[in-house]
C-alpha cells in the first residue's frame, strides 16, 4: 500500500507520500485512537471474548473530562485541572468494565450480549453527561498535550499510546498474566484445570480494556479541546479489524501485540491515502470491510490447515 500511495503521489502531485513528515504525523495520530481500543480488544479477544462497549466507552471518558475541566474553579493550575479531569473519566471507564467483568466472569452472560448491552448504557451516559452537545475546554495544559509534539517532531498523542503499546506488549509477552490470557483462550477448561482463576481473570481484562478506552477518550478531548459522547463510535470497528489483520484468532488463543500495532497502521494508511489520493472518503468503510473479510478468511483457512 505505501509503494502504491508513493508512486501515486510522485506521479500525480511530484511529492513524496511516505517521505513527506506531516503524512507520517497524520497517520500516526489517525492510528492512536483506534490502536488504543485495539489493545483492549487484542486481550478480550486472545481470551476468546470480544468488547463492544468500547466504543461510547471512549466517548463517556472525553465527555467526563471535559466537563470535570469545564466544572473546576478556573483558579486551579491547568495542570492539576487536568489530572484530575484524567482520573475522574479514568474511573467513570472503569465503572463500564467493571459491570462487563461482572456479567460476564460472575453472570456468564455471552460477551457479546453483555457488552453490546454495556454499549447502550454508555452510550446514554455519555450523552446525558454531554447534554447531547459537543463540551468544549478552555486548558492550555490540556490543548499543548493533544496537539503539542516532543522535539517538534512526534506528536505527544503518539508519545503516549507508544508507551502503552510497550506495557501491554510486556503484560503480554512476559508476564504470568499473559501467559494466562492465552491459556484461556486456547482452552478455557484445561486453564481451570491447571489452577487459573478464570473468573478474576476475565474480570482484569475488561478492566484493563476499559482503562485503554478512558485514555483514548482523554486523548480524544486533548486533541480537539472538546468531549464528545461519539467520539469513539466510528473507531470500534476499526479496533476490530485492527486485531484481527494483525493476526488474532476470533476463537481465541492467538494474536500478539506488534500484530495490532501493525494492524492499526494499515488501517491508518488506508484512510489516510484514499483521502490523500481524492477518493470520496465513503471508499474507506468498503476498503477496511473487505480487509477485515480477507483477514478473517485466512485465518479460517490456517486454523483449518493446521488442524490438518
Excluded: C
Amino acid at each position: 500500500m505505501l509503494v502504491f500511495f508513493e508512486v501515486w503521489a510522485r506521479a500525480s502531485y511530484q511529492t513524496s507520500f511516505v517521505f513527506n513528515l506531516t503524512n507520517v504525523q497524520s497517520i500516526l495520530l489517525a492510528a492512536v485512537q483506534p490502536l488504543l481500543i485495539a489493545l483492549g480488544q487484542t486481550l478480550v479477544i486472545i481470551a476468546g471474548g470480544i468488547d463492544l462497549s468500547v466504543g461510547f466507552t471512549v466517548g463517556l471518558a472525553a465527555v467526563v473530562s471535559a466537563r470535570v475541566m469545564q466544572t473546576l474553579d478556573p483558579s486551579l493550575p491547568p495542570a492539576l485541572s487536568l489530572l484530575l479531569a484524567i482520573v475522574v473519566a479514568l474511573l467513570a471507564s472503569l465503572g463500564v468494565g467493571w459491570v462487563n467483568g461482572i456479567l460476564i466472569a460472575r453472570w456468564k452472560v455471552p460477551p457479546f450480549i453483555g457488552t453490546l448491552g454495556m454499549y447502550g448504557v454508555a452510550r446514554g451516559l455519555g450523552f446525558l453527561t454531554s447534554g447531547g452537545t459537543t463540551v468544549g475546554t478552555d486548558n492550555p495544559v490540556n490543548s499543548a498535550l493533544g496537539n503539542g509534539k516532543m522535539f517538534g517532531l512526534v506528536p505527544w498523542p503518539v508519545v503516549v499510546t507508544f508507551l502503552v503499546v510497550l506495557y501491554v506488549h510486556y503484560l503480554l509477552s512476559r508476564t504470568k498474566f499473559g501467559q494466562y490470557t492465552y491459556a484461556i483462550g486456547g482452552n478455557r477448561n484445561a486453564a481451570i484445570r491447571a489452577g487459573i482463576n478464570v473468573d478474576a481473570h476475565t474480570m482484569k481484562l475488561y478492566l484493563i480494556t476499559a482503562v485503554l478506552a478512558g485514555v483514548a477518550g482523554a486523548i480524544y478531548t486533548a486533541r480537539f479541546t472538546a468531549g464528545a459522547a461519539q467520539a469513539g463510535e466510528p473507531t470500534l470497528l476499526d479496533s476490530i479489524a485492527a486485531v484481527v489483520i494483525g493476526g488474532a484468532s476470533l476463537f481465541g488463543g492467538a494474536g500478539t501485540v506488534v500484530g495490532t500495532v501493525i494492524g492499526a497502521l494499515i488501517i491508518a494508511v488506508i484512510q489516510f491515502g484514499l483521502v490523500f489520493i481524492n477518493v470520496q472518503p465513503f471508499w474507506q468503510f468498503i476498503a477496511v470491510g473487505a480487509v477485515i473479510i480477507l483477514s478473517v478468511l485466512v485465518d479460517q483457512a490456517r486454523t483449518r490447515r493446521g488442524r490438518t
